[in-house]
C-alpha cells in the first residue's frame, strides 16, 4: 500500500498547487518533498525486498507453491494409481492362468479315474 500512497499524495498535492496560484513556494515544496519521498521510496524499495513483501502478493505467491506441491502430489497419485491398475490386471490374468492350469490338470485326472474305474468295474465278479 505505501508505494500506492506515494501516487495519491503526489496527485492530490499538484491539484492544491494548482489551484493556489503561488508558483514558486509550492514548486520547491513540492521538488523538496518529491525528493524525500523518492528517498523514502528508494528506502521502502530495499525494505521491501530485503524484509516485507505486499500481503497479496506473497499470499498468490502462497497459494502458486501449494497448487505445484498439489499437482505434484496429483500427478504421484495418478502414477500409482495407474500402476494399482496395472497389477490388479496381470494379478487377475495370472489367477486366470493358474484356474485355467488347475482346471486342465482338473479334467486329466478326471478322464485318468475314469478309466481306472473302467478297469475296476469287472473285478469281483467271481466271487
Not at 505505501?2 to 489551484?19: C, E, L, V
Amino acid at each position: 500500500m505505501p508505494i500506492f500512497h506515494r501516487d495519491s499524495t503526489a496527485s492530490s498535492s499538484g491539484s492544491s498547487r494548482h489551484s493556489s496560484g503561488s508558483s514558486r513556494s509550492s514548486r520547491s515544496s513540492v521538488s523538496s518533498r518529491s525528493g524525500s519521498s523518492s528517498v523514502a521510496s528508494g528506502h521502502r524499495r530495499s525494505l521491501f525486498h530485503q524484509n516485507s513483501e505486499d500481503p497479496s502478493i506473497q499470499s498468490a505467491r502462497e497459494q502458486i507453491v501449494r497448487a505445484e506441491a498439489a499437482e505434484r502430489q496429483a500427478d504421484q497419485a495418478l502414477i500409482a494409481s495407474r500402476r494399482a491398475v496395472k497389477d490388479a490386471k496381470e494379478h487377475a490374468r495370472q489367477l486366470e492362468r493358474e484356474a485355467a492350469e488347475e482346471s486342465r490338470l482338473a479334467k486329466i485326472k478326471q478322464d485318468q479315474a475314469k478309466s481306472i474305474s473302467k478297469r475296476a468295474k469287472p473285478l469281483g465278479r467271481h466271487v
